[in-house]
């Protein structure tokens, strides 16, 4: 990107206002992030999920697959867990001689606890199980359709500041926090209250806090492990031990720290929590966490719905008529990038490829923290011959992505225009039904979403009076819908229109038409085809 573009997008991240929406149903919580009052990232969390990211399990070992170099493990879940020799974890030995010793009633302290040589890299899983075997272990990776959920055996437990590993004495830093100095700092502080046996990841917010908000937390996540081996004495068979903090929780713990403006939850229970875990790491934001009583559901109220209904679907659709398909796969998701039919006359092909490239490698970036798609990525722009759009694109495309907290690789275009992404899945892909009955047919075809009707209306309209210079046009839509446009008269929805474009056309009611059906004539009475 040229310095004026890095200056503009430096000036956008200065000025983004956030706001989480929480929409609290019986059985579960919708969380809406919204960055300039535009839908970014949308989580569903169950309230009954039993198989979180983050829970611990006492796992029972089924089978050992050494062509896999990998078990299939049973939590509790239909589908057996997989556990991959690699995920057992460099201290996989010393996990397994702490949960025997527990088992058999020894009163085990983890900072007397003599560790076990590290694992070999390349060992056999055969060597370090048997079918049989119970073995702590934690959610890597929810169930994802037909696949049980993947499963470590190297537990952690990530808090505010700092994640906690037991069986290790490693201290890491976060890499993101630049200064040697502060490094070193934080390095001495966990150094000096971490218990021997705990290894201590220390996280990017930490940057800058004090020794009794770190040691806060610290003992917080102790406590967790020491939960887990309270619950592995009584345990004679698989099941759960501990469970992760909730979406909701987990979501305000990680992103607080990007400076809400605003949380708004409709539920008096879930506002009450969240004030609560507020208040505990950052009293000042208690304020902006607001309790919805409002009549019109929360995500109408907030406008969240109609974004959702407009953002999700096979074909989403961009600014200037650009617009992209997304199909999925079980193998990978492919996204396609069209122009449309509006395209600049004064650029050359090139420059109105690069263009719309641009624009659509901006709102993949959007979609893809939306949905939560994960794993292989394709995406299919526009044919470009020049080098340096092609090296632009990719600049553009990884700015825009710096912003997904999700693990992501990308790759450059090659010379067809395809670009690789490889995104961290560990949730099912956030997919919601945008499409609606008809209510003609009662379901029998399917149409566009009728919360978007009108501006899908006011789209064509625009197209055809603006871009097309259409003289003399003729809108016809049901009775209900002519009325909805024509009503108040000089303050009707045809009237801001007509001033808005700075032409003038016609609005004619037909009976026969269905509720949402709509169409266009020219000046001669001849249907127009968008």
Same mark, same amino acid.
């Given at each position: 990107?040229?310095?004026?573009?890095?200056?503009?997008?430096?000036?956008?991240?200065?000025?983004?206002?956030?706001?989480?929406?929480?929409?609290?149903?019986?059985?579960?919580?919708?969380?809406?992030?919204?960055?300039?009052?535009?839908?970014?990232?949308?989580?569903?969390?169950?309230?009954?999920?039993?198989?979180?990211?983050?829970?611990?399990?006492?796992?029972?070992?089924?089978?050992?697959?050494?062509?896999?170099?990998?078990? #299939?493990?049973?939590?509790?879940?239909?589908?057996?867990?997989?556990?991959?020799?690699?995920?057992?974890?460099?201290?996989?030995?010393?996990?397994?001689?702490?949960?025997?010793?527990?088992?058999?009633?020894?009163?085990?302290?983890?900072?007397?606890?003599?560790?076990?040589?590290?694992?070999?890299?390349?060992?056999?899983?055969?060597?370090?199980?048997?079918?049989?075997?119970?073995?702590?272990?934690?959610?890597?990776?929810?169930?994802?359709?037909?696949?049980?959920?993947?499963?470590?055996?190297?537990?952690?437990?990530?808090?505010?500041?700092?994640?906690?590993?037991?069986?290790?004495?490693?201290?890491?830093?976060?890499?993101?926090?630049?200064?040697?100095?502060?490094?070193?700092?934080?390095?001495?502080?966990?150094?000096?209250?971490?218990?021997?046996?705990?290894?201590?990841?220390?996280?990017?917010?930490?940057?800058?806090?004090?020794?009794?908000?770190?040691?806060?937390?610290?003992?917080?996540?102790?406590?967790?492990?020491?939960?887990?081996?309270?619950?592995?004495?009584?345990?004679?068979?698989?099941?759960?031990?501990?469970?992760?903090?909730?979406?909701?929780?987990?979501?305000?713990?990680?992103?607080?720290?990007?400076?809400?403006?605003?949380?708004?939850?409709?539920?008096?229970?879930?506002?009450?929590?969240?004030?609560?875990?507020?208040?505990?790491?950052?009293?000042?934001?208690?304020?902006?966490?607001?309790?919805?009583?409002?009549?019109?559901?929360?995500?109408?109220?907030?406008?969240?719905?109609?974004?959702?209904?407009?953002?999700?679907?096979?074909?989403?659709?961009?600014?200037?008529?650009?617009?992209?398909?997304?199909?999925?796969?079980?193998?990978?998701?492919?996204?396609?990038?069209?122009?449309?039919?509006?395209?600049?006359?004064?650029?050359?092909?090139?420059?109105?490829?690069?263009?719309?490239?641009?624009?659509?490698?901006?709102?993949?970036?959007?979609?893809?923290?939306?949905?939560?798609?994960?794993?292989?990525?394709?995406?299919?722009?526009?044919?470009?011959?020049?080098?340096?759009?092609?090296?632009?694109? #990719?600049?553009?495309?990884?700015?825009?992505?710096?912003?997904?907290?999700?693990?992501?690789?990308?790759?450059?275009?090659?010379? #067809?225009?395809?670009?690789?992404?490889?995104?961290?899945?560990?949730?099912?892909?956030?997919?919601?039904?945008?499409?609606?009955?008809?209510?003609?047919?009662?379901?029998?075809?399917?149409?566009?979403?009728?919360?978007?009707?009108?501006?899908?209306?006011?789209?064509?309209?625009?197209?055809?009076?603006?871009?097309?210079?259409?003289?003399?046009?003729?809108?016809?839509?049901?009775?209900?819908?002519?009325?909805?446009?024509?009503?108040?008269?000089? #303050?009707?929805?045809?009237?801001?229109?007509?001033?808005?474009?700075?032409?003038?056309?016609?609005?004619?009611?037909?009976?026969?038409?269905?509720?949402?059906?709509?169409?266009?004539?020219?000046?001669?009475?001849?249907?127009?085809?968008?």
């Amino acid at each position: 990107m040229s310095e004026e573009q890095q200056q503009e997008v430096a000036l956008e991240e200065k000025t983004v206002t956030r706001d989480l929406v929480i929409n609290s149903h019986a059985s579960e919580v919708d969380i809406a992030l919204l960055e300039d009052n535009i839908l970014v990232e949308l989580h569903r969390e169950k309230t009954n999920n039993q198989f979180a990211v983050g829970d611990v399990y006492l796992g029972k070992v089924k089978k050992i697959l050494p062509g896999l170099n990998a078990a #299939f493990v049973d939590v509790g879940y239909p589908k057996e867990a997989f556990l991959h020799y690699l995920d057992l974890g460099m201290q996989a030995s010393s996990l397994i001689k702490y949960k025997k010793q527990v088992v058999a009633g020894d009163d085990v302290a983890m900072d007397k606890l003599k560790l076990e040589p590290d694992l070999p890299k390349n060992g056999k899983i055969g060597d370090w199980l048997a079918v049989g075997d119970l073995l702590p272990v934690q959610i890597a990776k929810e169930p994802i359709h037909t696949k049980g959920p993947r499963i470590t055996a190297e537990i952690s437990f990530a808090g505010r500041y700092l994640v906690l590993v037991p069986f290790s004495n490693r201290i890491s830093v976060s890499q993101k926090i630049r200064s040697s100095e502060e490094r070193n700092r934080l390095r001495r502080l966990i150094q000096s209250i971490k218990p021997a046996n705990y290894g201590v990841i220390i996280r990017t917010v930490a940057e800058g806090k004090k020794v009794a908000d770190l040691d806060a937390d610290l003992r917080s996540l102790i406590s967790k492990w020491e939960q887990c081996t309270i619950e592995m004495k009584k345990m004679t068979n698989f099941g759960k031990m501990v469970s992760e903090m909730d979406q909701t929780s987990v979501m305000l713990r990680d992103l607080l720290n990007e400076s809400f403006n605003n949380i708004h939850v409709n539920d008096e229970k879930l506002y009450e929590e969240i004030q609560n875990n507020i208040k505990a790491f950052a009293p000042k934001k208690a304020e902006i966490v607001q309790l919805y009583k409002g009549k019109d559901p929360i995500f109408d109220f907030y406008n969240v719905t109609k974004q959702i209904k407009g953002f999700f679907g096979r074909v989403v659709t961009i600014k200037n008529g650009v617009y992209l398909i997304i199909e999925h796969t079980e193998a990978m998701h492919v996204i396609d990038v069209n122009s449309g039919h509006r395209l600049n006359k004064e650029n050359s092909q090139e420059d109105n490829a690069f263009e719309v490239n641009v624009m659509a490698a901006k709102e993949i970036a959007r979609q893809l923290r939306l949905r939560d798609m994960g794993g292989i990525i394709i995406v299919d722009f526009i044919d470009m011959h020049e080098a340096k759009h092609r090296k632009e694109l #990719f600049d553009v495309l990884v700015e825009a992505m710096s912003h997904d907290r999700a693990k992501h690789n990308i790759l450059p275009a090659t010379k #067809f225009g395809l670009i690789q992404i490889t995104r961290q899945r560990v949730r099912p892909e956030t997919e919601v039904q945008v499409q609606e009955k008809c209510p003609v047919c009662d379901g029998e075809g399917k149409i566009r979403p009728a919360i978007l009707f009108i501006d899908e209306i006011e789209n064509h309209l625009k197209y055809l009076l603006v871009d097309q210079n259409e003289n003399h046009l003729t809108l016809q839509v049901h009775p209900f819908i002519y009325s909805y446009l024509c009503i108040d008269g000089l #303050f009707s929805i045809r009237r801001k229109w007509m001033k808005k474009y700075g032409k003038k056309f016609k609005v004619q009611s037909m009976p026969e038409f269905h509720m949402l059906q709509y169409n266009f004539q020219n000046a001669n009475g001849d249907d127009i085809k968008l």
